[in-house]
């Protein structure tokens, strides 16, 4: 009987070690990547990617053109609520979300001055003392099926399957402090 109770506690210790260590909040300025969080899925710990102006999980190749040469995830940094690609030297690339009924959730990014769609919101991301990050409180989804066998990133919007996709699950997108950004542009 001891064995097996510390075998179980053993293997929850090791469970409990694999995830991810929060050093605390990061800094305001942090450059971070983001990892998605949702445990015995395909997406555990995948980074998000940009491309195509949108946001996605296990997608093979960014085609970002980068300083440092290529990234295997995005690089992000948080400005006046604002969540934007980070580029050293290059035009701004600024996330949005649409939660209308339209956009159900539709993640995505523009580039330099181009407008966001219609009912697109710009601000209100932020990271919560666990290094996640929210809009507005709203956490993620995550939908198979996607380009190039990817998995594409919405905004939960009280839609569980945005744009008619199946199989979509909720994750969490916790913050990862990058001490040596790469800047990059994305793909529009």
């Known amino acids: 009987m001891f064995f097996k109770t510390f075998a179980a506690a053993s293997l929850l210790l090791g469970a409990t070690n694999a995830l991810p ?9 942090a450059k971070f990547s983001l990892m998605a969080l949702r445990s015995a899925s395909e997406v555990h ?14 997608l093979p190749s960014q085609g970002a053109s980068c300083d440092a040469g290529d990234a ?10 604002g969540l934007y690609l980070y580029a050293a030297s290059a035009t701004p690339q600024q996330l949005y979300a ?4 339209m956009g159900q959730g539709k993640l995505g990014y523009t ?7 219609t009912n697109a919101e710009r601000t209100g991301f932020a990271l919560d003392e666990n290094n996640n990050l929210t809009l507005d409180g709203a956490s993620f989804l995550a939908c198979p ?14 839609v569980e399957q945005p744009a008619g996709n199946q199989g979509c699950l909720g994750i969490s997108a916790r913050a990862v402090n990058a001490p040596n950004p790469n800047g990059c542009v994305y793909t529009e």
């Open 21 to 29: 260590q929060a050093e605390g909040p990061l800094a305001s300025d």
């Open 45 to 58: 710990f995948a980074g998000f990617k940009a491309a195509k102006s949108s946001i996605f999980l296990n």
């Open 72 to 81: 295997e995830t995005a690089t992000f940094y948080l400005k006046d609520g």
């Open 98 to 101: 649409d939660r209308s009924g």
């Open 111 to 117: 580039t330099g001055a181009q407008p966001a769609p």
């Open 145 to 158: 099926n996607s380009i190039d066998g990817a998995w594409s990133v919405w905004v939960s919007a009280g």
